[in-house]
């Protein structure tokens, strides 16, 4: 269970990225974050595992607290949650494998990670979450020569090597064309149904909001402005988030509506 | 009404910064010039005895060749460990000289600083310190090679990683990898291309320098050099230059071949 | 849609040929540390002696300046490493002067085929000699012990090196601007003018700041065989053991070409930034 309690958010420039959020996301939610860029929904994704500090207020993933949390008590915490990114963060220069090894950095002494030499145990993990999104075959191809959305479903074997118990997504479609960004999206979907893995994913595009979100968010100015079941956030909410009116930047170029969370 | 006449805006001043630039460049010269007491003239007179003696280099010993050999393959293998050890220390000391990979700034500016130093001495200055600490011969020049190149590489190496990409680095963060690992797994494979580009270019230097370094007591074909220098036997020294030239000439060539594949 | 048939894991491509190449690199490494006949039990004794020494230079540092002898050491010292620098500097003028032409005549897109190959080979010939060499052989007995000697070595030494950054940098240019220029009618040298020379110009005058921070350590080194500046000077104090000599002569090497350094490494990057750093500067004073 992860639980803002009056969580702010002050950037050394002045800014406030979050103006005291409560929220309470229970384990195994598939939530959605939606909003203007700057409304704070980046900002809220991050400071889950720590990459933006926490200013005030309290914040806890599970039995952590990751306000005031120490760099080693912050490691922990990023081993049991992973992220995915919107430029996919992968090293262009090495193997599929050794990107998903990443994950199992946090677990892994010191001395074999400079060695660049891996435990069985931890290829076979690698293999699997390679198996279970579907691109084992590319284990041992440079990452920089594959696409766009196969890229992405290698950062996402590399979140699932950390075994986590939360995933979180900034951004993680703004960069693929729309075929692959719902590919991506139904990956999430179902890793969140099979594994029972909390996942919260940052977006801008509203029909993928809609159409994959189990819950909502809305957030505009660091506040939450919504919170609730897709089927309540019709358009006049997200004008209502967003400030104005819809317009086709908010959604996919062709994208059939029929799509939800009935197909598969 | 008519339309309003467009005033012409006044031509600005010209560039202050490229005259100055190269009126500073002229007056400096022309002290320089005079404090070294530039002086081209031997050069259309009195130059019988001048260019007698460089005819003298003209005319090598072809017998000589022979004794050239273990020398010369000493300053190869003086320059192969001083570069090997070199790159090791230095990548270590790139590491701590750059604000990605430390984030102690105690460390990186103190780490700055005495590479800095380090870089300021000639390795003839090298030479002689470590001649005086561990006497005259191969250790010396070793020694001093390696203190040389750690300061070159180190600094090169550090600008290379400052210019990393840091997508990979915050993924490798956000999956609970320390520092170390931070820096084997996301750093490591990002500059190592340059990396081995600096490398091939500081053996291509110590090979060089090697020669002034033999005068100072540091071994290779140096001492060679020195030694025929004072006994007059200008015949043996011009063989000894072929050979160094034609040598030198090819570890260029080759090091450039080596350093284009890099690149690509 | 269904779960895909189970996929058969690829096999790892042959680490053989890496591994090979890892170990042939280390095979040469030990070879040439074995072949050496080095003293390797002096290398135990190097710590001790670098804090000895060290000391003794840091005293003598210490020492009161203003008294003889040592206001003699700061004062020769910092005359003669004004010196190196002054060679070092007519040196890079030389060769700046001398490898600007021979840059265009080495570049593929300013000279046809059959003047870049001989020039590209005569600049890797002149490359290939060490400023050591050149001293000895040519300058030394033409023009003397002294520093023109070495400011000379430095001049011609560099114009490999320079003649080849030069060539790659305008072998890098965009195409475009120089077509416009030809396109206007203008001819061969005026194209050089006015299509070339603005792209290359900042980034050849950094390469030329660049060798003068080189040149200024090849300068002490040359001193050391008698080319002047401060090389002879620090060789005669390491001769005699004279650790106070030696730690003066050191420090004022290491701070007044830590000093040079920073300032070239200013206006380098100054001149590299040009335009945008000249935009900056407008909006300062405009407002």
New interface residues.
């Given amino acids: 269970m992860i639980r803002f309690t009056d969580v702010v958010v002050r950037y050394p420039n002045g800014t406030v990225g979050l103006d005291g959020i409560d929220l309470t996301i229970r384990d195994g939610e598939f939530v959605v974050v939606v909003g203007l860029s700057g409304a704070g929904k980046s900002t809220l994704v991050r400071t889950i595992?720590g990459?933006v500090p926490v200013t005030s207020g309290e914040l806890a993933v599970g039995e952590s607290r990751v306000d005031g949390a120490g760099k080693r008590a912050l490691?922990?915490?990023?081993?049991r949650?992973?992220?995915i990114?919107q430029?996919?963060?992968?090293?262009t220069?090495?193997t599929v494998l050794?990107n998903v090894l990443?994950?199992r950095?946090?677990s892994?002494p010191?001395l074999l990670?400079?060695l660049?030499v891996a435990r069985k145990a931890d290829v076979e993990i690698a293999?699997q979450a390679l198996?279970r999104v579907?691109i084992?075959?590319?284990?041992?191809t440079r990452a920089s020569q594959l696409s766009g959305g196969q890229q992405q479903r290698v950062?996402i074997a590399?979140?699932l090597a950390?075994q986590p118990e939360v995933i979180?997504a900034d951004e993680p479609v703004a960069s693929l064309d729309p075929p692959t960004a719902n590919l991506v999206m139904r990956d999430l979907q179902r890793i969140n149904r099979e594994l029972g893995i909390t996942t919260i994913v940052n977006l801008h595009f509203l029909d993928l909001a809609r159409a994959y979100g189990q819950r909502i968010i809305g957030m505009r100015g660091g506040r939450i402005v919504f919170d609730g079941p897709p089927e309540e956030a019709d358009d006049a909410v997200f004008a209502q988030i967003y400030g104005r009116s819809l317009t086709a930047d908010d959604i996919l170029p062709d994208t059939p509506v029929e799509l939800g969370p009935t197909a598969? | 009404m008519t339309a309003p006449v467009a005033v012409r805006p006044p031509k600005p001043r010209p560039a202050l910064g490229m005259w100055s630039l190269l009126a500073a460049s002229v007056v400096i010269t022309i002290v320089a010039g005079s404090a070294i007491d530039f002086d081209l003239l031997p050069l259309f007179s009195d130059t019988t005895r001048g260019w007698f003696i460089v005819s003298q280099f003209f005319a090598p010993d072809w017998s000589y060749l022979g004794r050239t050999v273990a020398p010369l393959l000493d300053t190869l293998a003086i320059a192969v460990v001083a570069t090997a050890f070199g790159c090791v220390l230095a990548l270590g000391a790139a590491m701590l000289a750059s604000r990605i990979t430390t984030r102690n700034g105690a460390i990186y500016r103190t780490s700055k600083a005495v590479l800095s130093v380090l870089r300021s001495l000639p390795d003839v200055v090298w030479g002689m310190l470590f001649v005086a600490f561990v006497g005259v011969g191969a250790l010396a020049g070793m020694l001093a090679l390696v203190a040389f190149n750690v300061g070159i590489i180190a600094k090169l190496t550090a600008e290379t990683i400052d210019a990393v990409d840091p997508?990979?680095l915050?993924?490798?963060?956000?999956?609970?990898?320390?520092s170390?690992?931070r820096a084997?797994?996301?750093v490591v494979?990002?500059i190592?291309p340059n990396f081995a580009s600096y490398s091939l270019y500081v053996f291509e230097l110590n090979v060089r320098a090697s020669v002034v370094l033999g005068f100072v007591g540091a071994g290779g074909i140096g001492t060679q050099i020195a030694v025929e220098l004072a006994r007059f036997n200008y015949d043996n020294l011009s063989a000894i230059i072929v050979v160094l030239f034609v040598v030198v000439f090819a570890i260029d060539q080759i090091s450039g071949v080596l350093r284009r594949r890099l690149a690509s | 849609?269904t779960a895909?048939s189970?996929?058969?894991?690829?096999r790892?491509?042959g680490k053989l040929r890496y591994v090979a190449l890892q170990l042939a690199v280390l095979a040469v490494i030990a070879v040439c540390l074995t072949s050496l006949d080095a003293n390797w039990s002096r290398l135990l004794d190097a710590p001790a002696a670098a804090w000895t020494y060290g000391t003794l230079m840091v005293r003598g540092v210490l020492q009161n300046p203003f008294a003889e002898p040592h206001l003699d050491y700061w004062l020769t010292s910092f005359e003669l490493m004004g010196q190196s620098i002054a060679m070092a500097w007519v040196g890079t003028v030389i060769a700046a002067i001398l490898s600007f032409p021979l840059g265009f005549l080495a570049a593929s897109n300013t000279a046809p085929r059959w003047i870049v190959l001989p020039v590209r080979q005569l600049l890797n010939a002149i490359r290939a000699i060490p400023d050591v060499i050149l001293v000895i052989v040519v300058m030394v007995p033409v023009f003397g012990l002294g520093p023109m000697s070495g400011a000379l070595a430095l001049g011609v030494g560099s114009v490999g090196t320079l003649g080849k950054l030069a060539s790659e940098a305008i072998e890098g240019i965009q195409p475009g601007p120089v077509e416009a220029v030809r396109a206007s009618g203008a001819r061969p040298v005026q194209v050089i003018r006015w299509g070339v020379i603005p792209q290359v110009l900042p980034e050849i005058v950094a390469f030329w700041l660049y060798r003068f921070e080189v040149n200024i350590r090849a300068g002490a080194i040359l001193g050391v065989v008698g080319a002047g500046g401060i090389g002879a000077y620090i060789g005669r104090a390491f001769d005699s053991r004279d650790w106070d000599r030696i730690g003066i002569a050191l420090l004022v090497i290491v701070v007044v070409t830590m000093l040079v350094d920073a300032i070239s490494g200013l206006v380098r990057h100054r001149i590299i930034a040009g335009p945008v750093a000249r935009a900056a500067q407008l909006e300062r004073v405009v407002g």
């Fill in positions: 595992n990459l490691r922990d915490l990023r081993a949650v992973g992220m990114f430029s996919f963060n992968l090293v220069r090495t050794k990443v994950g950095l946090h892994t010191t990670t400079l660049g293999f198996e579907g084992v075959e590319k284990a041992y950062a590399r979140v950390q979180l598969t | 997508g990979p915050e993924a490798a963060d956000a999956a609970g990898a320390n170390v690992q084997r797994v996301a494979p990002q190592l | 849609m895909p189970p996929v058969v894991r690829p790892r491509p």
